[in-house]
Structures are given as C-alpha cells and as structure tokens.
C-alpha cells in the first residue's frame, strides 16, 4: 500500500487542521482486516501514537494528549484517511505520519506501511 499525507501547515494555538491520507494499495483494494494510524514525530523526538481505525469498522483508539481533540476517520470509496485536529496547541507540532497495517497497536512495529510525513507547527 502506497500511503500519501497531505494537510499540514502552520496554525495558531487554538486553531484546526485536517490532515488527509490517500491510500494506494497494489492490488487495487484495501483489506477489510487492515487498521490504518496517524502517528507524530516531533524534532529531536520519538515517533509517536496518535490515533488508529479500523478499515471495515468505526472502531477508533487515540492517544490521551489528543482524546477530545483529534477524530480519525476514513472514506473507504475513496481510499482516504483523515485525522481532524482542533483546539491545536503548541505542543501538538510535529511531522504527521499515516500508515497502515494488519495488527490493532499503538506502536510504530505493527505497522508495515508509511506515509512521507506533513509538517503541522503550531504557534503559540
């Protein structure tokens, strides 16, 4: 699967982004198994969890420090991923990563495929 971010920017404390993911799989067709994630790298920082979906079901998972503020959701006829941000804070500045995999987890090993990444600064 060929996953492509797109949606970053920079924004004020406060404010919202949406990011977006199009999913390219090789055969045409995302499995129903598959969970696809947003994940986030702040500089000099790990990668880290941020939100996950189930790709045949609205079952969702978020990290704490995003819980009420971010929403993941998915367009299946259009292959796309998005990750809704609001109340954005300085904190939540990082490269966002979409990716996709085969295992419901939080850590970036259960997933086999990326995206190249957005950049999302929020100012204070």
């Known amino acids: 699967v060929q996953l492509q971010a797109s949606g970053g920017g920079l924004v004020q404390a406060g404010g919202s982004l949406r990011l977006s993911c199009a999913a390219a799989?090789?055969?045409?067709?995302?499995?129903?198994?598959?969970?696809m994630g947003w994940f986030r790298q702040p500089i000099g920082k790990e990668r880290e969890f941020v939100a996950l979906?189930?790709?045949?079901?609205?079952?969702?998972h978020y990290a704490d420090s995003v819980k009420g503020r971010f929403t993941i959701s998915r367009e299946n006829s259009k292959k796309m991923l998005y990750l809704q941000m609001n109340s954005l804070k300085p904190e939540d500045t990082a490269v966002y990563y979409c990716?996709?995999?085969?295992?419901?987890?939080?850590?970036?090993?259960?997933?086999?495929?990326w995206g190249q990444g957005t950049l999302v600064t929020v100012s204070s």
């Open positions: 990716a996709a995999g085969s295992r419901w987890g939080t850590r970036p090993y259960d997933y086999n495929y």
């Open positions: 979906i189930r790709w045949n079901r609205d079952a969702t």
């Open positions: 799989p090789a055969s045409g067709r995302i499995y129903s198994s598959t969970v």
